[in-house]
Protein backbone atom coordinates (compact mmCIF):
# COMPACT_ATOMS: atom_id res chain seq x y z
CA UNK A 1 0.00 0.00 0.00
CA UNK A 2 2.83 2.30 0.01
CA UNK A 3 5.40 3.49 2.54
CA UNK A 4 3.02 5.32 4.54
CA UNK A 5 3.38 6.66 8.00
CA UNK A 6 0.62 5.03 10.68
CA UNK A 7 0.68 5.56 14.06
CA UNK A 8 1.50 2.07 16.08
CA UNK A 9 -1.37 1.40 18.93
CA UNK A 10 0.88 2.29 21.75
CA UNK A 11 1.94 5.36 20.46
CA UNK A 12 -1.59 6.50 19.68
CA UNK A 13 -2.60 5.00 23.67
CA UNK A 14 -0.33 7.85 24.71
CA UNK A 15 -1.54 10.55 22.74
CA UNK A 16 -5.42 9.96 22.24
CA UNK A 17 -5.95 11.84 26.11
CA UNK A 18 -4.37 14.45 24.26
CA UNK A 19 -6.31 15.57 21.80
CA UNK A 20 -9.55 17.87 22.07
CA UNK A 21 -13.07 16.77 22.54
CA UNK A 22 -14.56 20.16 22.05
CA UNK A 23 -16.18 18.79 18.64
CA UNK A 24 -19.06 20.93 17.31
CA UNK A 25 -20.89 20.74 13.98
CA UNK A 26 -20.40 17.88 11.61
CA UNK A 27 -18.05 15.05 13.26
CA UNK A 28 -14.55 14.65 12.85
CA UNK A 29 -12.66 12.87 10.16
CA UNK A 30 -11.22 10.02 12.07
CA UNK A 31 -8.02 11.77 14.57
CA UNK A 32 -5.60 8.57 14.02
CA UNK A 33 -6.09 8.57 10.29
CA UNK A 34 -5.90 12.41 10.35
CA UNK A 35 -2.73 12.58 12.61
CA UNK A 36 -1.17 9.82 10.79
CA UNK A 37 -1.41 11.83 7.60
CA UNK A 38 0.08 15.37 8.98
CA UNK A 39 3.14 13.55 10.50
CA UNK A 40 3.69 11.63 6.80
CA UNK A 41 3.52 14.77 5.09
CA UNK A 42 5.84 16.57 7.62
CA UNK A 43 8.17 13.80 7.36
CA UNK A 44 8.01 14.39 3.09
CA UNK A 45 8.36 17.48 3.04
CA UNK A 46 5.12 19.21 4.19
CA UNK A 47 3.32 19.08 0.76
CA UNK A 48 -0.37 19.24 1.83
CA UNK A 49 -1.06 18.55 -1.87
CA UNK A 50 0.79 15.17 -2.12
CA UNK A 51 -0.26 13.67 0.69
CA UNK A 52 -2.64 10.18 -0.26
CA UNK A 53 -6.27 10.26 0.03
CA UNK A 54 -5.77 6.94 2.42
CA UNK A 55 -5.14 9.75 5.59
CA UNK A 56 -8.33 11.60 4.41
CA UNK A 57 -9.33 15.51 2.86
CA UNK A 58 -5.97 16.89 1.67
CA UNK A 59 -7.82 20.05 3.61
CA UNK A 60 -8.75 18.42 6.44
CA UNK A 61 -5.46 17.14 7.46
CA UNK A 62 -4.08 21.72 6.67
CA UNK A 63 -6.85 22.89 8.89
CA UNK A 64 -5.92 19.95 11.55
CA UNK A 65 -2.53 20.88 11.62
CA UNK A 66 -3.09 24.43 11.84
CA UNK A 67 -5.56 24.87 14.36
CA UNK A 68 -3.67 22.56 16.66
CA UNK A 69 -0.71 24.34 16.30
CA UNK A 70 -2.12 27.33 17.68
CA UNK A 71 -3.71 25.10 20.73
CA UNK A 72 -0.35 23.73 21.31
CA UNK A 73 -1.65 20.51 20.66
CA UNK A 74 1.34 18.95 18.86
CA UNK A 75 4.25 20.47 21.45
CA UNK A 76 2.16 18.15 23.85
CA UNK A 77 1.98 15.19 21.38
CA UNK A 78 5.58 15.39 19.97
CA UNK A 79 6.51 15.61 23.85
CA UNK A 80 4.76 12.67 24.92
CA UNK A 81 6.34 10.49 22.25
CA UNK A 82 9.30 11.47 22.60
CA UNK A 83 9.07 10.97 26.50
CA UNK A 84 8.14 7.50 25.84
CA UNK A 85 11.16 6.23 23.84
CA UNK A 86 14.75 4.93 25.39
CA UNK A 87 17.59 6.86 25.31
CA UNK A 88 19.08 6.43 22.29
CA UNK A 89 22.86 4.68 22.19
CA UNK A 90 24.44 7.67 20.68
CA UNK A 91 23.45 10.86 19.22
Known amino acids: MGDFF ?3 DAQWARIEPLLPTDVR ?5 DDRRVLSGIVHALRCGGRWADCADVYGPKKTLYN ?3 RWS ?3 IWEGIFSTLAGAGDAPDRL
Open 64 to 66: RFV
Open 25 to 29: GKPRV
Open 6 to 8: WFS
Open 70 to 72: GRG
